[in-house]
């Protein structure tokens, strides 16, 4: 359980605040994190800065998944998106609050915070972004 506590915690920054890297070499922006660019390569050895990412963009392509096993099952249908975020990021979550009917490529929409799963009654809960429409 420590190694699971101690895992969530460093990736609250990304995963709650939505926080990425950019190289300032080139200016590419990375999501999760990285350490270095994989274009600029050595020369962006510590020229890597936290970027905050925009919360906003549109719907690339998504899937609504009808069938699944174990947490998930409980849940179905539901959909699940590939967003091109405002700042150019690939970003992959479920859409919530949304008529499955209703989803469309090039919707806009909005990330959210939104608890995703625990560890049993008294274990760690787990949060992450999740999709919204951008009314």
């Not at 890297?21 to 590419?28: A, E, F, I």
């Not at 905050?52 to 249908?77: C, D, K, Q, W």
Request: hydrophobic fraction near 40%; charge should be neutral; aromatic fraction near 10%.
């Amino acid at each position: 359980m420590a190694m699971v506590v101690a895992r969530e915690w460093r990736e609250i920054p990304g995963r709650y605040n939505l926080i990425g890297t950019k190289c300032g070499c080139c200016g590419r922006i990375f999501f999760p994190s990285r350490a270095f660019c994989p274009d600029c390569r050595r020369a962006s050895i510590g020229k890597m800065e936290e970027f905050p990412l925009n919360r906003r963009g549109r719907i690339y392509s998504y899937t609504v998944i009808h069938g699944s096993e174990g947490f998930n099952a409980r849940m179905t249908p539901y959909a699940v998106a590939m967003v091109l975020n405002d700042d150019g990021v690939m970003l992959e979550a479920q859409l919530v609050d949304v008529d499955l009917s209703k989803i469309e490529i090039g919707m806009r929409v909005r990330a959210v915070l939104r608890k995703l799963d625990e560890d049993g009654d008294a274990g760690v809960i787990h949060y992450g972004f999740k999709f919204v429409p951008d009314e």
